[in-house]
């Protein structure tokens, strides 16, 4: 069964995204990680939150812009939205609901990673009891403002067991499991 992952780059102040959901910040983290290049041949689906899928690509302005880590993976991607394009998107299907999302991505992925994209998705899936671990990539930047890595109102007591942690030039990247 496939396993449901949320994989992030934040700043060690906890924001994936700065202000106004800029990804601008991200680009001079970009280089070789071993973390990435052995999970990418891991994922089987994307599963993608709709302000992640209409948000900013660090990519913008290369050949890699809009495609999935940078151009270095493709497969199927599932974005949950009330609001799909009125034009088709190429390998991208849209589905109207969380669980509609998860079946469709399961099945794409078979026993691959669903690689979830987008901070308030994870919530939702973590809250739904479907998200099984978390990668993040913590960078030595402090953004002050943006996006959240995870935002609770009202604070939320999630658990996580440490499975790996690695130091990396650019990055330490901890990958944890969702205690349930």
């Known amino acids: 069964m496939a396993t449901l992952l949320y994989s992030a780059s934040m700043s060690l102040d906890g924001f994936i995204a700065g202000p ?12 070789p990680d071993p973390d990435v290049e052995r999970l990418i041949p891991q994922v089987g689906a994307l599963l993608i939150g709709n302000r992640t899928f209409r948000g900013d690509d660090p990519h913008k302005g290369t050949e890699a812009e809009g495609q999935a880590f940078g151009g270095g993976w493709e497969g199927p991607q599932f974005v ?9 998107v190429p390998d991208v299907t849209f589905v109207g609901d969380l669980p509609s999302g998860i079946a469709a991505a399961k099945e794409a992925a078979g026993e691959k990673y669903i690689s ?7 919530r939702q899936c973590l809250a739904a009891g479907a998200l099984d671990e978390i990668l993040v990539f913590v960078h ?5 403002d943006g ?9 939320a007591d999630v658990r996580l067991e440490r499975l790996e942690v ?3 030039p650019m990055s330490t990247n901890l990958w944890l499991r969702v205690v349930r």
Request: proline share 11%.
């Open 20 to 31: 106004g959901g800029d990804m601008s910040w991200l680009v001079p983290f970009f280089g």
């Open 80 to 88: 949950v939205t009330h609001h799909p394009p009125r034009e088709a």
């Open 116 to 122: 979830v994209l987008g901070a308030d998705l994870a």
């Open 140 to 144: 030595p930047v402090l953004l002050g």
């Open 147 to 155: 996006v959240r890595f995870f935002a609770q109102p009202g604070g």
């Open 166 to 168: 690695s130091e990396r």
